[in-house]
C-alpha cells in the first residue's frame, strides 16, 4: 500500500459530501490549514483529482485508488513521471534562518473525460537561495513568473512538488503534525490586499488577538496588555480596538494584517506584494513600518513585489524570478549597480528616474511572457532576449557565481568565465 493510500485510511478523515452542485471527497492532511478536497464528481460523472502532485522525484502519487476504483473503477492510466536532478543536502549555515534548494512547485494540468494529468504548470521550477537572520530578501519579477507561489510554497501552504526548505536548520516538510503546530507562528504573511484578508465582522482587538489566545502566544493575565503593545507598535492607537475593518483606510488596514501577523512572535513573515494596493505616499510609510518592525524584534522577511523601487528600499539581498527560474540573485547594491541578466537589465531599464536630464536607455521586452506551462527550451529568456545565441535555445544555463553573493543564470557569464578559465 502506497504511503498516499495509507495516508487516506488510517490518518485522514475522509469526507464524502454530496451536494445539490458536486460531490466532493475531502481530507484532511497535517499540513494544509484545511480539508482538502482530493476529488470532484460533477453531477455529469465528471471527476476531478485535485491532488496529483508528488514530492521528490518519485512517480506522481496518483488520487487515491482505494476510493475511487471502488467507486468509480480504474480512472487513471496516466502513469506521467517527474524526474530532477538530485540536490546534495544543505549543509545548515547557523547565520541563514531559511535555506531553499532546487524547490520545485508545478501544478497538474487536467484534461479530458476523467480529467487525467497532461502537463504541470511550472509555477517555480528549481530555484535555490538562503536568507540570512535578520535581514530582507526581495523576490521580483512580473505577473505570473512564481513569486507568490514560491512564498506559499516556503510557508507549507503546498506541498512542494521537489527540493528542500530548511527553516532554522530543519526540514519543514519532514516536520510532524506536532513540529507544525509550533512552527506555523514563527512564519507569518502579510498578503496585498488587506480588506479581503480581514474578517469584516470581528473587531480589530479580536482580529490581532485571535490566534494568540490559540498559541497561548501570552499568559491570560498578560493578554489584554499584549494586545495593546502591539498595536502601539505597528501604529494603531488602543481606541481602534473596539472598530470593524471596514471603518479604516487601506493604509490602517494593513497595519492590522501586519499587527496580527506581529502579535503570534513570528521570526519570519513573507510579505507578498502588502504595499501594492496602497497609494504611493501610504506606501512609504508601510515600508518604514516593516523597517522598524525588524530592528526591534529581529524580523527576517521575504519581501514579495513586481516593483523594483520599493523592493530596493527594503532589501538587503534580492532575487530575480523569470518564468519559475531564479534568474540572478545579489545584494541590493550590488544589484542595482551592475545587472548581469539580460532580463534584469531589462527591468531595472523601466524604472523611472527622477531627474529629467538622466536620459533611460529603455531596454522593450519583445514578445510576450512564454505560458509556464509550456516553457521554452533552453534558457527560458531566449524567446525575448536581445543577446540570445544559438546554445540558448537548446541548453539550460548554468547559475554562475560573479563574486560574493552575486549569481546569475545566463551562458553569456558561463562562457566569459570558461574564456578566462582556458586564457589563464
Ligand atoms: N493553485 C494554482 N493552480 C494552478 N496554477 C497556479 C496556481 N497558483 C498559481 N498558478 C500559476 O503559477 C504561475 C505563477 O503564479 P504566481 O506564483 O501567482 O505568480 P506571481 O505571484 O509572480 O504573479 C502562474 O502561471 C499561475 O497561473
Ligand atoms: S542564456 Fe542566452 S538567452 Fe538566456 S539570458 Fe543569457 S544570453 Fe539571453
Ligand atoms: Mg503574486
Sequence with gaps: MSDFENNVNKEAEVEATLGAQDFTIQQEVDDAAEAETVATVDKGGDAT?????????????????????????????????LEFPQEEPIVH???????????????????????????????????SFN???????????????????????????????????????????????R?????????????????????PRL???EIIGEAVREHNIVPKDQYEEYITKIMKDCGLPEYYKERYPHEFSGGQRQRICIARAL???????????????????????IINLFKDLQKQYGLTYLFISHDLSVVEHISDTVGVMYLGDLVEYAETDDLFAHPAHP???????????????????????????PSPANPPTGCKFHTRCSKCMEICKHRVPPTVNLGGEHYVKCHLYAQEQADDADNA
Design 49 to 81: 483529482c485535485a491532488d496529483d502532485q508528488a514530492e521528490g522525484s518519485a512517480a506522481l502519487p496518483r488520487a487515491p485508488k482505494n476510493i475511487f476504483d471502488k467507486v468509480f473503477g480504474k480512472l487513471h492510466k496516466n502513469t506521467a513521471k
Design 131 to 177: 536568507i540570512k537572520r535578520g535581514t530582507t530578501m526581495g523576490l521580483v519579477g512580473e505577473s505570473g513568473c512564481g513569486k507568490t507561489t514560491t512564498g506559499r510554497t516556503i510557508l507549507r501552504l503546498y506541498k512542494k512538488t521537489a527540493g528542500q526548505v530548511l527553516f532554522d536548520g530543519e526540514e519543514i516538510f519532514d516536520m510532524s503534525k
Design 203 to 205: 473587531p480589530v482587538a
Design 263 to 285: 502579535a503570534l512572535n513570528p521570526q519570519f513573515i513573507v510579505c507578498d506584494e502588502p504595499v501594492s494596493a496602497l497609494d504611493v505616499s501610504i506606501q512609504a510609510q
Design 179 to 199: 513540529e507544525l503546530r509550533h512552527f506555523r507562528p514563527k512564519i507569518q504573511i502579510v498578503f496585498q490586499d488587506p480588506y479581503s484578508s480581514l474578517s
Design 93 to 127: 549555515d547557523p547565520d541563514n534562518l531559511l535555506e531553499v534548494r532546487g524547490l520545485r512547485q508545478y501544478f497538474p494540468i487536467k484534461a479530458g473525460f476523467f480529467k487525467h494529468t497532461v502537463g504541470y504548470v511550472r509555477a517555480v521550477d528549481g530555484i
Design 343 to 369: 532580463y534584469t537589465q531589462a527591468l531595472f531599464s523601466a524604472i523611472p528616474v527622477p531627474d529629467p536630464k538622466t536620459k533611460m536607455k529603455r531596454i522593450i521586452l519583445e514578445g510576450s511572457i
